[in-house]
Every structure is written in structure tokens, then in C-alpha cells.
């Protein structure tokens, strides 16, 4: 009877867990489909500068944009980003803007990689910072 009741309350223990982190991951789905409004691509390369376009459609103006060429055959996700940037090894291809306002925009990469995929990192306008991968994928970061 006691083994019964010490099994029942590591089970409720980590179904309140699970709960907890649904409850959170609920929360955060509006945040991620607004994010999910900056796209980012590559127009053409002008004077040795590959020229982009940055389209903000998320409701609001996003902060701390960065913008990485990456080389890659498969989905870039946050965690595998470092592997393609090696400590030493050649510098990325990237853009930053402080500020981006609501709309359309344009830049251009600096760096000597040419990476054919883009992704980008940037907060929001309450201070969440969102990874979005080549594939459209959105990541909060920090989860």
C-alpha cells in the first residue's frame, strides 16, 4: 500500500512537470507566430556584397538583428549553428541593425563566408530573443 502510494506521487509529481511546461510552451505560441512574421533573404551581389531584404511583418519593431550566411544541406537549428562556425575557422557572412521598424528593409552582408541558407537572431519588442533557421523554423532562446 505505501509502494502503491510512493508510485502515485512521483507519477502526479511529473504530470504536474509536464502540465507546467505545456502551460508555458501554450504561452509562448502567440510570441513565436509573430516572430515568425521576419523573413530575411538575399536579392543579389552588388561591389562584392551579397544585398538583402529584410520584411518585418511581426506587429511590432524587433531589436538586435542578426543575420548569418550559412553553408548547410540540412534544417539549421540554434544548437547546431556553432558546428558551422568552428573557433579559428573562416568569419560568417552576416548583417546587424539595432533597430528594424515595421516593414520593409534592405542591407547587405560583410564578411568573406558565402553561405547559401540564411538564418537570423533578434528580440522582440518586450525582450524575448527568437531564432529563426532556414527552414522557417522559430526557437525562443533560452528554452
Not at 548583417?95 to 522582440?124: H, N, P, Q, W
Request: charged share 20%; aromatic share 8%; glycine share 10%.
Amino acid at each position: 500500500m505505501a509502494s502503491d502510494n510512493s508510485s502515485l506521487k512521483k507519477k502526479n509529481s511529473r504530470l504536474a512537470k509536464e502540465n507546467q511546461a505545456l502551460k508555458q510552451a501554450n504561452q509562448d505560441l502567440p510570441a513565436a507566430s509573430a516572430a515568425a512574421g521576419l523573413n530575411v533573404w538575399e536579392t543579389e551581389e552588388k561591389s562584392g556584397k551579397f544585398q538583402l531584404k529584410i520584411d518585418n511583418q511581426t506587429g511590432q519593431a524587433v531589436s538586435d538583428l542578426l543575420v548569418l550566411a550559412v553553408a548547410a544541406n540540412g534544417r539549421i537549428t540554434l544548437n547546431s549553428l556553432p558546428s558551422y562556425f568552428p573557433v579559428g575557422g573562416v568569419k560568417p557572412r552576416y548583417f546587424y541593425r539595432k533597430k528594424v521598424a515595421i516593414g520593409g528593409t534592405e542591407g547587405s552582408l560583410t564578411g568573406a563566408y558565402a553561405g547559401s541558407d540564411m538564418v537570423c537572431l533578434f528580440a522582440d519588442a518586450s525582450g524575448v530573443y527568437w531564432f529563426k533557421g532556414n527552414r522557417g523554423q522559430i526557437e525562443k532562446v533560452g528554452s
